[in-house]
Nanobody, 125 residues
Framework: QVQLVESGGGLAQAGGSLRLSCAAS????????MGWFRQAPGKEREFVAG????????YYEDSVKGRFTISRDNAKNTVYLQMNSLKPEDTAVYYC??????????????????WGQGTQVTVSS
């Protein structure tokens, strides 16, 4: 069982930045893929970004490409989401997620096994 704990959410102005962190409970090495999802009120949970512990491959949802960066610190079992040029439409609860590593990284939330508690990100205009 992998436990995930997010931190770093909060309030930002449009154009500002926030960094989210997700600490995993155990050494995951090359066995897991890590991802960030978000869910706005009245909307489904959507994929934002993902990475594999085993290599440097990263994946992004189109609306965040060039603005968000997912990265990881293997020694700390931690994955980060750096969010720049924030927009009001980025407002949502952001969730860290993990799943067994596969060749193709699924973007549907139902395909991910482990979830953090979520952290609120609010962007004001």
């Amino acid at each position: 069982q992998v436990q995930l704990v997010e931190s770093g959410g909060g309030l930002a102005q449009a154009g500002g930045s926030l960094r989210l962190s997700c600490a995993a409970s155990e050494r995951t090495s090359s066995t897991l893929a890590m991802g960030w999802f978000r869910q706005a009120p009245g909307k489904e949970r959507e994929f934002v970004a993902g990475t594999k512990w085993s290599d440097s491959t990263t994946y992004y949802e189109d609306s965040v490409k060039g603005r968000f960066t997912i990265s990881r610190d293997n020694a700390k079992n931690t994955v980060y989401l750096q969010m720049n040029s924030l927009k009001p439409e980025d407002t949502a609860v952001y969730y860290c997620a993990a799943r067994p590593l596969t060749l193709v990284l699924p973007r549907g939330a139902a395909s991910w096994n482990y979830w953090g508690q979520g952290t609120q990100v609010t962007v004001s205009s």
